[in-house]
Nanobody
């Protein structure tokens, strides 16, 4: 059974930082492209960042220079370090795992990030 379990969300003031974690189980973590997506109320889910098996990264323009995605294959965990948070970053953040060769695409349950003073 595949599980992606996010943690690290919460309430932070504008300009603050949070580190999200996503622990994966039930998959061969090292072959999956891992990503973070977010969805704010009334808006579609959007890409935040992805990291490939060779650790190439891709970021949404809105988070470039502020967010950093990383992975620890030994721990089957992907991280999202979020700095200089803005109110518009508030959303539910979802972890994603994709393996194109098997048409596999898995989602976590999401973790809430609130940015407010």
């Amino acid at each position: 059974q595949v599980q992606l379990v996010e943690s690290g969300g919460g309430l932070v003031q504008p300009g603050g930082s949070l580190r999200l974690s996503c622990a994966a189980s039930g998959i061969i973590f090292g072959v999956y492209v891992m990503g973070w997506y977010r969805q704010a109320p009334g808006k579609p889910r959007e890409l935040v960042a992805t990291i490939t098996v060779d650790r190439s990264t891709n970021y949404a323009n809105s988070v470039k220079g502020r967010f950093t995605i990383s992975r620890d294959n030994a721990k089957s965990t992907v991280y999202l370090q979020m700095n200089s948070l803005k109110p518009e970053d508030a959303a539910i953040y979802y972890c994603n795992a994709q393996y194109m060769a098997f048409d596999a695409n898995y989602w976590g349950q999401g973790t809430q990030v609130t940015v407010s003073s």
